[in-house]
């Protein structure tokens, strides 16, 4: 069967003049929609000195959504509430440190992105000393374990060609002209 060609003509070249101008004007009308759907910038703060103030304080204060990234870089939904919370209680006059015990007693310690080191976070700052002394143990016992056995316990290297039973080609069919099976 022969694929039928599209006759070529006025009316052909118009069909796709069309379809591309309405691609185009497609592609348009979705950049500007992206567009205008991205989210304004932020104004700073009116004082300059508040706003380094508030990064100051929102560069120690964990992201609850992220939780690998300061709310000062993040820029999660919650984040930014949390940046605006703090900017109105420094508006309000309280101080680093306020601001810092409000977000503890309300969010614990989690969201300091350092926590103070007491009983309730020695685990957080503990465990990966103890996870590395761990590993450090399991590899000695290995080590010493493997150097106690003979080598009998070990399977030869299989690149070793001492060993006269070796297949020098494992992945090879041993017999080739053996008919499958009906």
Known sequence: MAARALPEGPSALGRRLMTALSAAVLSAVALFAAAAAAAPALPLAEDPELEARVMK??????????????????????????????REMLRQGKSEKDVLAYMTARYGDFVLYRPPMKETTALLWLGPLLLFGGGVVVLVLVLRRRARAGDEAFEPDPGNDDDPDRDPDPDRDPDPVRQPAR
């Open 57 to 86: 304080i929102s560069a120690e204060l964990r992201c609850l959504v992220c939780q690998n990234q300061t709310i000062a870089d993040s820029h999660a939904g919650l984040a930014i509430d949390l940046r605006n919370q703090v």
